[in-house]
């Protein structure tokens, strides 16, 4: 492994650097190497809280625990990066596979619903997986119990025509839930099994919204098979819709609780469908037969096809906002970094710069759909 493609893991796995702060950061410094020298200096000034850069060894040691386990890595910038995930603002910098990434570039639908789904449920997601697969579709989903292994099992029986794929909210070497130890495992073998999350991590709640943006960026669209309000599903579903992606959901009985999350989406304009077929005709208008942007013209930090350029000096970054000015703007309700922009009359570029020092002092979070708000004070 190269020392930029480490330096790139290893600045992902820094505390207080988030997919957002690392495409600023190679953006503003021109590598991730040059990024993890100035950045702690950059925090140090005027009081501000120091980042925690990861310690080398640690991602040293990740990298060849993931080489034992036979994973490899998908790296923002990558080649094969999917075009779809790239054009979320949030996509993750780096990943961990195990298993196809070729069907990271095929067509991918997302399916998700209730864990405690009906046995029916179960049954409409077996079947309509299996179709699509069989149709050459990749059926994603997170590996929760009910509708997500429905909808993994039921592509798998495809075999090799389509395929399914498996966000997990753990790191890539950790079966969760532990009853699905094996259907992750197969696939690993089968399919493609995908981790955010360094090697080791448990599951823990914060990290399913964060699966849930990875599930509904790499997919042409979204179908909810069953699931109640404010559900997890939900947030996957809505979080398509930011993306501008198709929502689709399978209607079901007003007496079933499970339903009213299916039928208040159709209610607010989710397409409805009652089977595959219904599934492949609201994609139809969509492919993906046109190849990959070149990465000099992919809207977030174009890294290696643009010729090299000189880092800026350590201590002279581009003028920003002053952090206490845009405080004033944000709140605790999160707000879109475009109404900063326009609010403030800055360049988008200073903005981002402002936000990614509040990021690193601890006082801002962001949130899906390219939002931020003041982190609550503890």
Sequence with gaps: MDQERFDRIRLARCEGIGPVGYRQAIRRFGSAGEALRVLPQLAGQNGRRAVHIAEERFVAREVER?????ASWLIRGDDDYPALLEEISDAPPVLALRGDRALLQGRCVAMVGARNASAAACR???DMARELALEGHA?????????????HQGALVAGDAGGTVAVIASGIDIAYPPENAVLQQRIAEEGLLIAEQPMGAEPRARNFPYRNRIIAGLSLATLVVEAAPKSGSLITARLAADYGRE?????????????????????????????AADVMEAIAPFSLAQPALPLEDRPPVPERARPPQA?????????AMEPQAMLSLLGAVPVAVDELIRQSGLDPSMVQMTLLELEMEGRLE???????ALRPVS
Excluded: F, Y
């Design 66 to 70: 993931m080489a034992a386990l036979g």
């Design 124 to 126: 409409i997601a077996r």
């Design 139 to 151: 059926v994603v989903s997170g590996l929760a119990r009910g509708v997500d292994t429905a909808a």
């Design 247 to 275: 929502v689709l959901a399978v209607p079901g009985s007003p007496l079933d609780e499970r339903a009213r999350g299916c039928n208040e989406l159709i209610r607010n304009g989710a397409t409805l469908v009652q089977g």
């Design 311 to 319: 880092p800026a000096p350590a201590l002279a970054p581009a003028k």
């Design 366 to 372: 962001r949130h899906p759909g390219a939002r931020v």
